[in-house]
């Protein structure tokens, strides 16, 4: 596919996920129409509609492709997927929390070619093509130009469901508190990549999420000029742990997270 149809592409996307994401600002979800998956893992009709949605649309824009979302929709291709996050952010959004977004990656293989992720209650579309620079609504964007840790304000999620490393969580977020300007946890780890490449953060690190959560976000941050690892070697989409960064603080941020993980 050339850089031309990626273009139709990507506007055809986004046209879709706009579309969605205001729908989904209509919607109130009554507390008997909440589920809960796991603890502290909870899923509405909200997500379950708003990806059935973006799957129907996405099937006609690009029938060749796949599936991979978040509520199970669809199948899953050999070459093309899209990777969805029907709604990031479902418990803030369950409690009326306005950050929460869409996140949508095409995927050639493990690799995202097309990103955009959509925050209606700001209307900030972030979006990318692979070789194609990022884009916060019509305006290019990068990622900081900090290059000092102590001065680099930082982003991240705490488990929900996994605490099987939670004391070297506590221990490396006790280490950054008193290392850099300061931490976020906004609940939304699509719109944490996103903010790390627009620049208003420098840094973005987690462990337990799933290739939904991320996918558009690191082809955002790449773009964006920044870098995107795992905590060691691994593959930060499709495995377990991510590190985001503007690239200037990225190594010496990943040796203080290898001293606790």
Not at 90 to 119: E, K
Not at 176 to 195: F, V, Y
Not at 207 to 225: H, K, R, S, T
Request: proline content about 4%; aromatic content about 12%; hydrophobic content about 40%.
């Amino acid at each position: 596919m050339d850089k031309g149809n990626f273009s139709i592409l990507l506007k055809n996307t986004i046209e879709v996920v706009q579309e969605v994401g205001q729908w989904m600002r209509t919607q109130r979800v009554a507390v008997q129409e909440i589920e809960t998956k796991t603890p502290n893992n909870l899923v509405s009709f909200a997500d379950k509609e708003s990806e059935r949605r973006l799957v129907t649309a996405f099937r006609q824009i690009f029938p060749e492709a796949g599936f991979i979302a978040e509520e199970g929709t669809g199948e899953k291709a050999q070459e093309w997927n899209w990777v969805i996050d029907p709604l990031d952010g479902t418990t803030n959004y369950l409690h009326g929390v306005p950050i929460w977004c869409i996140s949508v990656a095409l995927c050639h293989h493990r690799d995202p070619v097309l990103a955009v992720i959509y925050d209606p209650n700001r209307d900030e579309l972030f979006s990318a093509i692979k070789g194609g620079g990022a884009w916060l609504n019509e305006h290019p964007m990068r990622v900081s130009t900090e290059n000092n840790l102590r001065d680099s304000l930082l982003v991240t999620g705490f488990p929900y469901d996994d605490f099987g490393r939670e004391e070297a969580y506590i221990g490396l977020f006790r280490h950054l508190m008193k290392e850099t300007r300061g931490i976020r946890r906004l609940g939304s780890a699509a719109l944490d990549l996103a903010w790390v490449a627009c620049g208003r953060f420098e840094a973005f690190y987690e462990y337990g999420l799933n290739p939904w959560d991320v996918a558009a976000g690191c082809l955002l941050i790449q773009e964006a000029g920044g870098e995107v690892t795992g905590f060691y070697d691994g593959h930060p989409i499709f495995e377990e742990d991510i590190l985001a960064s503007n690239q200037k603080i990225h190594d010496e941020l990943r040796r203080r997270i290898q001293r606790f993980f």
